[in-house]
């Protein structure tokens, strides 16, 4: 079935510093994929989708490319602030008619001033 | 994208009890869809709610424990039965507004059985 694998966490960094998160995935067919945020207390909120090979998704400075040759769809950006600290997830979702998402693990971000 | 509320948004019950999540949405949606967010962890899907048909259940989800209803198509509940301290969640709805397949969630009901 399908599935996605998402970095471990909790991620620490410094305000401006760069940011990865990876995120795999595993699929039949040609899935969309999304990273989507959950700030503390909060519920989510979709942060970017890409729905194709190769597109690029981007929102709020983070940006992820869909790359279907290394089934990947790693999360950036180049200067976190505090206020990006938050749990991002990596979902896909089959388009194979059910509309369902499958979520990644997560991964904790934390930014220090 | 749309504008979803959920009531109620927290509760403290008693295992044995059972709970009505109601969640809404600012518009006509097809397909609303029901999660479970246990502490820490990832969102696992319960159920997929159609309006006008019975909700489809996940494995491991039965329809006597998580009954879900869909009367229109701007509204849906979900029904934790029976609770013990494990359905401690936050459970969450969202909405698929076709497309690109992105779905829209609700804030979430965290829920603690004691």
């Known amino acids: 079935g399908n599935s996605v694998t998402q970095m471990e966490g909790p991620v620490t960094l410094s305000e401006e510093a760069f940011l990865t998160i990876n995120c795999t995935y595993t699929?039949?067919?040609?899935?969309?994929l999304f990273w989507y945020v959950q700030y503390p207390g909060e519920g989510l909120q979709l942060l970017l989708k890409?729905?194709?090979?190769?597109d690029k998704g981007s929102n709020k400075g983070f940006e992820a490319t869909y790359r279907k040759e290394t089934t990947s769809f790693h999360l950036e950006k180049g200067s976190v602030q505090v206020s990006d600290s938050a749990v991002y997830f990596c979902a896909l979702s089959d388009q194979g008619g059910s509309e369902k998402l499958v979520f990644g693990k997560g991964t904790k971000l934390t930014v220090n001033p | 994208s749309a504008v979803i509320s959920q009531k109620p948004s927290r509760d403290i019950c008693q295992r044995g009890t059972s709970l009505t999540i109601q969640c809404q949405v600012d518009?006509?949606?097809?397909?609303m869809f029901w999660y479970r967010q246990q502490p820490g962890q990832s969102l696992t899907l319960i159920a997929t709610a159609n309006q006008g048909s019975e909700a489809t259940y996940e494995s491991g989800f039965v329809i006597d424990k998580f009954p879900i209803s869909r009367p229109n198509l701007t509204f849906s509940t979900l029904t934790v039965s029976n609770m013990s301290p494990e359905d401690s969640s936050i459970y969450l709805c969202?909405?698929?507004?076709?497309?690109?397949?992105?779905?829209?969630f609700g804030p979430g009901t965290r829920l603690t059985v004691t």
């Open positions: 969202s909405v698929s507004l076709g497309g690109g397949y992105e779905q829209y």
């Open positions: 518009s006509q949606v097809t397909m």
């Open positions: 890409a729905t194709k090979a190769d």
């Open positions: 699929a039949t067919g040609y899935p969309s």
